[in-house]
């Protein structure tokens, strides 16, 4: 049972546009939620971050939006540069119940055309 | 520079031949995870520690042990090498796994044949 979800493997915007990312979950006791940005041959890099008690938290150019009712958030990017062209993934911790542990989603390979 | 240190950063083993990957860092963070990545498909979480002498098992922890002696270092051994690790692994590290999220290393591309 994958707790976490990215039902699109890949999006194609054009520069200056925005890229929408989504992801969905399953654990009502994950209680931080983040996004990570990986090129090829390197590793992920953390992105930004939202509590659960939040449902917006802005960073730039990026903003992420958690929905609790639907248990969705998304990755907003604004406006997009061809340097975002990368796999994005989604993860969810439960800081409280489960200590130590992130799970991932598979992740959505974004790719912004110039 | 201040980060997450992995070595080897490519391995080529024979199935049932043992080996460890190594995993420093230096932010004095009690959060270190190994991960592994297999094409198309999203992190895959083997072993976790939340501190030195605590570790515990993730989603995929068959054929692997770890230890934690030190807040630094974190290995991963793997005990008979199969085909099926064949895979990308990635270590990383956090201040509190929640809010400021992983550190990762650049990673280990292991092949076993």
């Known amino acids: 049972d994958q707790q976490v979800k990215q039902n699109s493997p890949s999006l194609s915007v054009q520069e200056g546009r925005i890229s929408i990312l989504n992801c969905d979950y399953t654990n009502s006791m994950f209680d931080y939620f983040l996004w990570y940005k990986k090129y090829p041959a390197e590793g992920p890099t953390f992105l930004i971050s939202i509590s659960s008690i939040k449902d917006k938290n802005e960073d730039g150019r990026f903003t992420v939006f958690l929905n609790k009712s639907a248990k969705h958030l998304s990755l907003h990017i604004v406006p997009s540069q061809p340097g975002d062209s990368a796999v994005y993934f989604c993860?969810?911790?439960?800081?409280?119940?489960?200590?130590?542990?992130?799970?991932f989603g598979d992740g959505t390979t974004l790719t912004v055309k110039p | 520079n201040a980060g997450v240190t992995q070595t080897p950063k490519f391995q080529v083993l024979k199935t049932g031949q043992s080996m460890t990957l190594q995993c420093a860092q230096d932010m004095n963070h009690e959060y270190m995870s190994w991960y592994r990545q297999d094409p198309g498909m999203g992190l895959r979480l083997i072993h976790y520690s939340v501190g030195a002498g605590i570790t515990d098992q993730g989603e995929v922890p068959n054929g692997y042990n770890v230890s934690r002696s030190t807040t630094e270092d974190f290995p991963l051994r793997l005990l008979s090498a199969a085909p099926s690790q064949t895979s990308v692994y990635f270590c990383?590290?956090?201040?509190?796994?929640?809010?400021?999220?992983?550190?990762f290393g650049s990673g280990t591309r292991l092949t076993v044949v």
């Open positions: 990383a590290s956090s201040l509190d796994q929640g809010y400021y999220g992983y550190t």
């Open positions: 993860a969810a911790s439960a800081t409280s119940t489960n200590a130590g542990k992130s799970t």
